[in-house]
């Protein structure tokens, strides 16, 4: 079973807000709007800039009206930047509504880290920037607001596969919270909430049925793929070989590789595995998934019908 980091995206607020505030739906407004709709931002932790431009569209996108802008650091109202004598943290921290003073604070990136990576680091500021409009931690519900995160997605959410991230970040929740600080509409949250970390591993190829000499003996062959290339961050979580599963049905192809079971590779890839099955006269059909060392089965199995008389 993969490992799971816990990440604190915020345990320290740097300004205290006017109070708390529980929202009806599930927000808690800790912190006053800033005025003209507008927040004025600079990026001195250059290494996360991906990162900050994810958390920075996500809000843009909510439809509340108010909108971060990057400007020249003299300009800024908000300074985004590293924490001081430290290099890989698990949390972040950041001010709480308006502020003369506004700070976020974020960790650099290292995408060998699970704690440090471009993905936490978007999970984290889009984060740290709700501070920053006002809203407070979340704790009866899913919310991007939750104050403890893991890779696969704030607390108190459904959590992401292993090989995803959640990259629809905002809920509605966390979207009504904005609008009642700064006014505006709700926009529907497009696109998939969670986004795959890397390309699915290949399926099995050159599917063969033989027959043996024993009697209702058959030989299924099938030619192991090329490991898929995984982010670094994401190696030291690996917890299973990599595997495959096949399934021989009659009449009809299986849809579903977690209905049966996985078998650990017994060859190097690019050659061939060879089962055994006994089968009675029929059609049936062979489905051959490859399984990635995260659980994670080929997109679509390799098929191969069979008709024995």
């Not at 205290?16 to 739906?25: D, F, K, S």
């Not at 740290?128 to 696969?152: F, I, Q």
Request: with cysteine; aromatic share 10%; proline share 8%.
């Amino acid at each position: 079973m993969a490992t799971r980091f816990v990440c604190a995206c915020v345990l320290a607020v740097l300004a205290a807000g006017t109070g708390v505030l529980q929202g009806a739906r599930g927000y808690v407004v800790g912190g006053q709007p800033w005025p003209g709709g507008v927040i004025r931002y600079y990026n001195a932790a250059a290494d996360q800039s991906w990162a900050v431009r994810q958390a920075v569209d996500t809000w843009n996108a909510s439809g509340a009206a108010v909108r971060f802008v990057a400007v020249p650091a003299s300009r800024a109202q908000v300074r985004i930047e590293h924490f001081p004598r430290v290099s890989c943290t698990i949390n972040a921290e950041a001010t709480v509504g308006y502020s003369a003073r506004a700070r976020i604070y974020i960790f650099r990136r290292d995408e060998r880290s699970p704690y440090c990576n471009s993905y936490m680091a978007a999970q984290a500021l889009a984060h740290e920037l709700g501070h920053v409009l006002g809203l407070g931690h979340e704790t009866r519900g899913c919310s991007l607001m939750n104050p403890v995160a893991t890779p696969e997605g704030p607390a108190l959410c459904p959590q992401s596969k292993p090989w995803q991230w959640r990259c629809r970040m905002l809920t509605s929740d966390d979207v009504a919270g904005a609008i009642a600080l700064y006014g505006g509409t709700a926009r529907p949250q497009s696109g998939v909430r969670n986004c795959d970390l890397y390309a699915g591993i290949r399926a099995p190829t050159d599917v063969e049925v033989r027959a043996t000499p024993e009697t209702h003996g058959y030989q299924i062959s099938f030619r192991r793929p090329a490991p898929i290339p995984v982010p670094a961050f994401l190696s030291s979580r690996r917890a299973d070989p990599e595997s495959f599963v096949t399934a021989v049905t009659s009449g009809r192809c299986a849809s579903d590789p977690h209905a049966f079971g996985r078998r650990v590779w017994n060859v190097k890839p690019g050659e061939p595995q060879l089962e055994r099955v006994r089968l009675g006269p029929g059609t049936y059909c062979v489905a051959v998934w490859a399984v990635d060392s995260f659980t994670r089965p080929s997109p679509q199995p390799a098929r191969l019908w069979i008709r024995i008389v």
